[in-house]
Nanobody
Framework: EVQLVESGGGLVQPGGPLVLSCAASGFTFSSYVMNWVRQAPGKGLEWVSTINPGGSTTGYADSVKGRFTISRDNAKNTLYLQMNSLKPGDTAVYYC?????RGQGTQVTVSS
């Protein structure tokens, strides 16, 4: 059974950093493209970032480019999202996603 479990969310002040993690199990993590997506209150899902199976290629939405960094540790079956210079507009539930599966999400709230 595919499982994706996000953690690391919380309340952070504008301009602050946060690191999200996603623990993967039930599939060969190192073989899959992985994504972070988010859903702000009252809005649809928004793609945030993608990383290829080997970790050598990444992509970012314009709204987070230069502030967020996606990475993965295939030995630990874990996906990460380093978020810097957070803005109130980054407030959302963040989900770890692979083809056909998504985790339960972790809430990120950016507020003073």
């Amino acid at each position: 059974e595919v499982q994706l479990v996000e953690s690391g969310g919380g309340l952070v002040q504008p301009g602050g950093p946060l690191v999200l993690s996603c623990a993967a199990s039930g599939f060969t993590f190192s073989s899959y493209v992985m994504n972070w997506v988010r859903q702000a209150p009252g809005k649809g899902l928004e793609w945030v970032s993608t990383i290829n199976p080997g970790g050598s290629t990444t992509g970012y939405a314009d709204s987070v480019k230069g502030r967020f960094t996606i990475s993965r540790d295939n030995a630990k079956n874990t996906l990460y999202l380093q978020m810097n210079s957070l803005k109130p507009g980054d407030t959302a539930v963040y989900y770890c996603q692979r083809r056909g599966s998504r985790g339960q999400g972790t809430q990120v709230t950016v507020s003073s």
